[in-house]
């Protein structure tokens, strides 16, 4: 089995990181410089921020906060939210991010995938498949975008390796049924996703117990967990995280 990554993940609105239930019912969870600066010392392996406004603003990612946020850390960033074109690619790396994350602008032109892939370097470039529960779609789970509020007709595993054929390097599932819940990921989503390609999956949504990270890597096949609530809430630490999978026989950095 690979090292298994731990990924807290930065939801940013208006300056500050945010996190709800469902996307929805935002509370405030801090700084983003703080958080990420912290999360650095606790041993996280890597940082995610989604500007989880951009896409329904129909604006840019905010890069003065990419640059601040990567301006403490030295682990990998990816960094989400308002990415449509590959010259938004490019602004965003220069501005210190190691990957970007697209969902709603690679469903609208997957074409694009192709051509970040082919301009940046596959490791650069996640795609991140949002689903909900839907029995008519072949999986059962249908694409949403803009941020969970938008379905698109579209079965998500499917879109997933589509996505891998199209060159990206990661694929990042989050089941809208699980988001923010604290009910543990979508293991049955996951699992499909992971099954389905061959790249590394990160899973997403609904992490509240440290039982539930074991599984997002045993029972979802992820190799890389991502968490937002449990960590901005201090329920536990990434250390916490990191010390229970190791004696679970899961390999992490510690």
């Given at each position: ?49 989604l500007d989880i406004a951009a896409t329904v603003e129909n604006r ?104 891998q054929d199209l060159g990206a390097g990661v694929i990042l599932p ?25 790249l590394p999956v990160i899973a997403s949504g609904g992490a509240g ?46």
């Open positions: 089995m690979k090292t298994i990554k731990i990924m807290p993940c930065l939801d940013m609105k208006n300056g500050r990181v945010v996190k709800g239930v469902h996307f929805v019912d935002l509370k405030d969870a801090g700084d983003p410089v703080e958080n990420a600066s912290y999360y650095q010392k606790e041993g996280a392996d890597e940082l995610a921020m840019k990612t905010r890069l003065e906060w990419v640059k601040e946020v990567s301006a403490v850390i030295t682990i990998p960033l990816t960094v989400g939210g308002g990415i449509n074109t590959t010259e938004d690619i490019e602004l965003v790396l220069n501005a210190g991010a190691g990957k970007v994350s697209m969902n709603s602008a690679a469903v609208r032109n997957p074409d694009l995938v192709k051509e970040a892939a082919a301009r940046f370097g596959s490791d650069k470039v996640v795609i991140a498949v949002d689903a909900r529960r839907n029995k008519a779609m072949p999986s059962g789970f249908e694409l949403v975008v803009a941020g969970g509020t938008t379905p698109v007709g579209k079965d998500a595993v499917e879109w997933a390796k589509r996505c989050t089941s809208m049924d699980g988001d923010g819940t604290l009910a543990g990921y979508d293991l049955e989503f996951t699992k499909a996703i992971s099954d389905a390609v061959t117990t440290l039982e539930h990270f074991y599984d997002g890597v045993v029972k979802g096949g992820a190799s890389v967990l991502l968490a937002a609530s449990v960590f901005h809430f201090r329920t536990f630490t990434v250390r916490q995280v990191k010390e229970y999978l190791k004696g679970k026989g899961i390999p992490v950095d510690l």
